[in-house]
């Protein structure tokens, strides 16, 4: 919202500038004889109110001005977030690879050209959705490694949902266990979450002895700070990137086209 009212205050006060200086220069000749300037380079009082008249005029005419300001703005700023969350994310690459803070998976991740960072919360309904994609590309992919990351900022409950996740890795049964997560439906309770973990073979008194060490909350802390550096805001969100440097995007939301679309222009960049 704050960002929205930003653009707005910024896109009118450039439509008005721009007013000022092209329809306030080209239609105010004509209305006076005087000259358009004082020897110090600046309108006269007279002039600057002629000049407000004729832009308020022209904009009450033409409302549009106004609208298609506020588009241009509103796209060239899309833009420029789209360039720093993709610099931010080439800067946080190696963070984001890290295999000892994430859990990483895939046919053959050892050969992988590409890598897809997924940035998730286990409350949320499209990373829900987006299970099955991110399944099949940590299962089938040859040319693909998925990088799971917990982002738990939905609800209070996701926070520990997102720790023991991390915890069923040392026991080797993250996979099941984060998909069971996701396939689970309503709130996820200490008291649930323990529940599917026995269900899987994990042991639920070392998760938590695993959680109380402090490691595990702290790589979730640095999925927060890259986040927060990459712009994302919300879940889920995929940094999907060719493993020689070549090329990297940041998709926000589960969109299954766009996405396999990025990872065939990662493969083509790292081939």
Do not use: W
């Not at 007279?46 to 298609?68: A, K, S, T």
């Not at 060239?76 to 360039?83: D, I, K, S």
């Not at 984001?96 to 998730?120: N, Q, R």
């Not at 998709?251 to 990662?266: L, R, S, T, Y």
């Amino acid at each position: 919202m704050l960002k929205t009212k930003s653009a707005i205050g910024a896109a009118l006060a450039g439509a008005f500038l721009l007013g000022a200086i092209v329809v306030g220069y080209s239609a105010a000749q004509p209305k006076s004889t005087a000259p358009a300037h004082k020897a110090g380079g600046s309108f006269n009082e007279l002039q600057e109110e002629e000049i407000g008249q004729i832009i308020r005029d022209y904009l009450m005419e033409n409302p549009e001005v106004i609208i298609e300001a506020v588009n241009a703005y509103s796209a060239e700023q899309r833009l420029a977030e789209v360039e720093r969350s993709k610099a931010a994310a080439a800067n946080n690459l190696p963070r984001l690879l890290d295999a000892s803070t994430a859990y990483v998976a895939g046919k053959s991740p050892d050969k992988a050209k590409v890598a897809v960072i997924e940035m998730y919360d286990y409350h949320c309904g499209y990373c829900k959705r987006a299970a099955g994609l991110v399944r099949e590309l940590a299962k089938d992919d040859a040319e693909v490694k998925v990088v799971f990351r917990e982002l738990p900022i939905l609800r209070e409950e996701s926070d520990y949902a997102a720790e023991m996740a991390l915890a069923a890795k040392e026991q080797g049964k993250f996979l099941d266990f984060h998909f069971a997560l996701l396939e689970a439906s309503g709130v996820l309770t200490k008291d649930r979450v323990h529940s599917i973990a026995e269900k899987h073979g994990l042991n639920v008194e070392k998760m938590i002895a695993s959680i109380e060490d402090g490691a595990i909350p702290n790589m979730i802390e640095t999925n927060y700070q890259m986040a927060q550096e990459l712009g994302v805001d919300g879940t889920p969100a995929f940094i999907i990137a060719s493993l020689n440097g070549d090329y990297i995007d940041v998709v926000a939301g589960f969109d299954p086209n766009m996405i396999q679309a990025k990872i065939d222009e990662a493969k083509q960049a790292a081939s």
